[in-house]
């Protein structure tokens, strides 16, 4: 409360432990998470400007990163649409099966991804369950990148549903009712109203499924073809420079990887507090 | 009055919610979407694993290198999360119970695995422990071998499944304050009786629940362990890696039997998971709200 604002590390508590956990866990943290990721760092600035710049500025790279970028921020603006409709349906309308949809939402967190990888190839293969229907329709899905875009649409749906739902949930239907009083139609409310509080949700919603799309690898390799040039995403090309042992391409695509995905994150969350604010002042 | 009778239902429609065809259509949209992307695949694994009859799928199944994949896959696991259970408690126990310098700085850190790709998760502990690594030379003089080994497949899983744990109880935690903790304290109790007899019961659904997701992933992880596994059959291979194995050799059947498995692991990981949902709502609520 009084005093003035303390050099000390804490304060003060009778609740025993400080002490132990944060030890534990500052020395767990350290061995597994931080002194492995601080060997990325030491590893790319061992390669120089010139020697980095030099695996950056190369084509397949280049083309590789841009197939994954691209690619995840096409698969999170369907995920966040749908995603939206999804979250909407299972909270606000009552239909049978509602529960079952509900828990069947996380299925991409529980299923792991080779098994999604396998599955995804074996539907839309040129012979499978969908692929047989698509192929006379001359639309080629397995081993194209249309592939890859289906693998990350799968992989990303959970995020902006579960991140947007409860927003929906706590929706004041007042200000609703307000607007409709005042001879607002539905729509006019939903676009006026409703959606601009959902805004914010679902650009975290996105930028989740984002980040966790331009990582993917498991569900992707399967369905990917994985041509250079062409349907090579940039963890398979980390993954193909590791077994040439080319240590040092491996690690400049995993950090400019790390950069790109923190710089659009970054420019996610601006976008995200401006809309907030725009909102407080609406 | 009569007016009233006759005018049909759906004129009055509270005003906060859409015309019926619109609803039809937006849940339709919602099911179709869902069951191309999610039951779909779901489907097609068993499918194809007992498309063969149930006398190959078994067959499949007690192969050599398949259980020897599956032991792998249980051995990895029940070290990974009872590590990232201790640690996901003491890491609660630490955000939730005190106020200190770094805090924020911390909570970040604990969830930085999850915005790191797999397979630069396993490249990381490739450059610590690998032969060209910084640790490289020291481990191959002592013989230690970790890279292409049963350790490094254990450390890349507790790495990608580090937060998730901590990521479950941190809010509920906080969520419920310092004050139980406090009383229990100031008549005496020791630190772990309190932990056990006032903080656990508030949170053991919570734990159960980060404990299961925490073993879903641990179990199924893909990338990060074959960067690190070497794939040597019957010794690093996982079973995603089997499945990976057998599907570029083209066994199909035998690579959708082991799946199947994996998948029927998920299947009981979401039940579970919406049973705690429905059933413990309250005490998970506060991981909702954040």
């Known amino acids: 409360m009084a005093g003035a604002p303390s050099l000390a590390l804490r304060k003060p508590s009778v609740i025993p432990g400080f002490g132990l956990t944060l030890g534990f866990v500052l020395t767990y943290l ?36 841009w ?23 299972l909270v606000r309308y009552r239909f049978p099966g509602r529960r079952i949809l509900d828990a069947m939402v996380d299925l991409p967190f529980a299923l792991p991804t080779a098994v999604a990888g396998i599955a995804l190839t074996a539907l839309y293969a040129p012979n499978g369950w969908v692929g047989q229907y698509l192929e006379p329709l001359g639309i080629k899905v397995a081993y194209t990148p249309l592939g890859i875009l289906v693998a990350l649409v799968f992989i990303g749906i959970p995020f902006v549903v579960r991140t947007v739902q409860p927003v929906i949930e706590d929706l004041d239907s007042e200000v609703q009712e307000a607007a409709a009083t005042l001879g607002a139609t539905r729509l006019d409310t939903l676009a006026r109203i409703v959606l601009p509080t959902l805004i914010p949700a679902l650009l975290t919603g996105f930028a989740l499924a984002l980040a966790r799309a331009v990582g993917e690898y498991g569900s992707v390799i399967f369905i990917a073809g994985n041509i250079p040039y062409v349907s090579e995403i940039a963890p398979l090309l980390i993954v193909v420079k590791l077994t ?8 400049a695509i995993a950090t400019l990887m790390l950069l790109i995905s923190f710089a659009l994150l970054l420019a996610i969350n601006l976008l995200q507090a401006w809309s907030r604010r725009g909102f407080d002042r609406g | ?82 590590a990232n259970l201790v640690f996901g408690v003491a890491a609660s126990w630490l955000i939730a119970k005190f106020e200190f310098r770094g805090k924020s700085v911390l909570t970040t850190l604990i969830d930085l695995p999850f915005s790191v790709s797999p397979v630069t998760s396993g490249l990381i502990y490739v450059l610590v422990f690998g032969a060209q690594g910084l640790l490289g030379p020291w481990l191959a003089a002592h013989g230690v071998k970790i890279i292409f080994a049963v350790p490094g497949i254990v450390l890349a899983t507790i790495f990608v499944t580090f937060p998730f744990v901590a990521r479950e109880l941190i809010p509920i935690m906080q969520d419920q304050g310092t004050e139980d903790e406090e009383a229990a304290a100031s008549l005496g109790a020791h630190g772990l009786t309190t932990f056990f007899r006032v903080t656990l019961p508030n949170i053991k659904w919570a734990l159960l629940y980060g404990v299961l997701l925490c073993n879903a992933r641990a179990m199924g992880e893909f990338g990060a362990v074959s960067v690190v596994s070497g794939k040597i059959r019957g010794q690093t291979n996982t079973m995603p890696l089997q499945v990976e194995i057998l599907y570029n050799e083209y066994s199909y059947v035998a690579a959708f039997a082991v799946a199947s498995l994996l998948a029927l692991l998920a299947l009981v990981t979401l039940a579970v998971k919406s049973f705690l949902e429905w059933r413990y709502a309250g005490e998970l609520a506060a991981q909702r709200r954040h």
Not at chain 1, 31 to 36: A, F, G, H, K, R
Not at chain 1, 244 to 251: K, P, R
Not at chain 2, 44 to 49: G, L, N, Q
């Open chain 1, 30 to 65: 350290g061995l597994v998470v931080l002194i492995p990721l601080a060997a990325l760092v030491l590893k790319t600035a061992g390669l120089g400007w010139s020697g980095f710049l030099a695996i950056a500025s190369d084509e397949r790279t280049i083309a590789a990163l």
């Open chain 1, 67 to 89: 197939l994954s970028f691209s690619l995840s921020l096409v698969a999170a603006a369907i995920n966040a649409v749908f995603g939206l409709v999804i979250a909407w349906v």
């Open chain 1, 244 to 251: 040439e042992y080319n240590y040092a391409g491996a690690t």
């Open chain 2, 1 to 82: 009055m009569a007016d009233v009778a006759i005018s049909p239902p759906a004129v009055h429609r509270p005003v906060t919610t859409e015309p019926r065809a619109a609803r039809i259509v937006l849940i339709a949209v919602a099911v179709l979407f869902l069951a191309f992307f999610l039951l779909l695949p779901l489907v097609v694994v068993f499918v194809e694993a007992l498309g063969a009859g149930i006398g190959t799928y078994w067959k499949a199944l007690v192969d050599k290198d398949a259980l020897a994949a599956i032991r792998l896959t249980l051995l990895v696991a029940a070290i990974a999360v009872p």
